[in-house]
């Protein structure tokens, strides 16, 4: 178990657009190994997702996972690697929420995003996978996704009105959903 060191906004690495992770290279020791380490990483910090550019590594792949307890999701999101994604609205309806990074610390803001996509990606096997996310767990795998293209959420805010600091965020705006 490794906890990775976490490349803030100001490190170029987290505004690039991140390369395709070649398939042979996916069940290599060393990607298995980062993958267990990313999934450490984002525990350790309390992340429902962090992508690869976050811990200094500009390739496609990014974890998700949103444990039973958390209040922001209507329903649990399994461990869900994420290898080349590809991300299709599903229909045009936008939904606002809460959004944070563990590359932005200590701030949250108000996002719009689909509510609904399509995700294909390869999973830690190098296996293809299509999924239908809705909700928070759509909003997390646009977070992730926008992360590869060198994106953060910011960028996606429609006005900074709604930018707080996290001590704030809990004492005025805890348990809002917009
Ligand atoms: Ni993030």
Known sequence: MAILKVARIGNP???????AVPERAIRSAEMQRLIADMRDTMHEYDGVGLAAPQVHLGIRLAVIEV???????EDSVPFTVLINPRVH?????????WEG????????GIVPRFSAVRLEALNAQGEKYVVEARG?????VQHECD????????DRMSGMESLCFLREFERFHAGETD
């Open 13 to 19: 690495v987290v505004r690039a657009r991140a390369e």
């Open 67 to 73: 444990a039973e307890e958390d209040e922001r999701a």
């Open 89 to 97: 609205p599903l229909g045009k309806a936008m939904q606002t929420g």
């Open 101 to 108: 990074c563990l590359s932005i610390p200590e701030l949250r």
């Open 136 to 140: 928070f767990f759509a909003r997390v």
């Open 147 to 154: 992360h590869l293209e060198g994106k953060v959420y910011l």
